[in-house]
């Protein structure tokens, strides 16, 4: 599973979810806790890591290729956390190299809560490449299991650094915990930078408690060595603006990601 990893304290495998089969297809499941809430509604960024998995492990069956998430786009209600939100995939296209899929999120009592659509690429493993964890489709809700949830909010676990708030620039080492097998930094982990961003800028300009309701990455090459900082702007002049966020791998000077992110008042 190219963007999951299995160990246990990796950040994203401790966000709260579990995964089942029902008729053979395979089900996400996230129970919000706190620590994975922005001011009482759930981080998009969280629900790309469903997206992700959700739509990336049926996908992802062939040991000599790594499946690469290459652009998504999340969509949400600036909502209180359901108790529980239910994740279904669709294939909406599937070729050699490439893929795309939609991933429908439901609450706890059935209705819409959330929606996501996702792009793959295929790429071959090299010899030199980090070993590809080896697991079989019907163990994949084993991978979850032993998972310890996170003990202190998202942010602070992922160790995201503030830097200037007014300019959306915040700043995370790329640290074991946060990376994928292939040796990057993990798809919701980049989602998740990104939503730190905008946040902070549109919560420091506007003096208001900002939730990111909706995010498009476009995953543009592999993180190195980082940090990873970011160099956001608004794209106009209120609140409901779009930020653009950069993502820049320090070691190299190279964008790793462009995002496209907006907010809305929490509550």
Request: net charge negative.
């Amino acid at each position: 599973m190219t963007d999951l990893s299995t160990a246990t304290d990796s950040v994203p495998s401790r966000l709260g979810v579990s995964t089942r089969f029902e008729e053979g297809e395979l089900v996400l499941e996230l129970r919000p806790r706190p620590e994975v809430l922005c001011h009482g509604s759930v981080r998009a960024s969280v629900l790309s890591f469903v997206v992700d998995v959700a739509a990336g492990i049926p996908l992802d069956r062939d040991p000599g290729f790594w499946t690469l998430t290459t652009d998504m786009s999340v969509r949400m209600g600036a909502v209180p956390a359901p108790g529980y939100v239910e994740a279904r995939n669709q294939v909406l296209r599937k070729g050699t190299r490439s893929a795309t899929c939609l991933v429908e999120l439901t609450e706890d009592r059935g209705r819409p809560f959330a929606t996501g659509a996702i792009g793959f690429s295929k790429v071959p493993r090299r010899a030199d490449d980090p070993p590809k964890p080896n697991v079989a489709f019907g163990e994949v809700p084993l991978m979850f299991r032993d998972a310890v949830p996170l003990d202190r909010p998202l942010r602070e676990e992922a160790g995201i650094e503030v830097v200037h708030a007014v300019d959306g620039v915040v700043q995370v080492e790329v640290t074991p915990e946060l990376r994928n097998p292939a040796g990057t930094l993990q798809g919701a982990m980049v989602a998740l930078v990104a939503e730190a961003a905008a946040e902070e800028l549109v919560s420091a300009r506007f003096g208001m408690p900002a939730v990111v309701t909706s995010l498009d990455l476009r995953y543009l090459r592999r993180t190195q060595a980082g940090p990873v900082r970011t160099r956001s702007r608004l794209l106009g002049s209120g609140w409901d603006a779009a930020v653009q966020v950069d993502v820049v791998d320090t070691s190299t000077g190279e964008v790793t990601a462009l995002v496209l992110a907006g907010a809305s008042k929490a509550g």
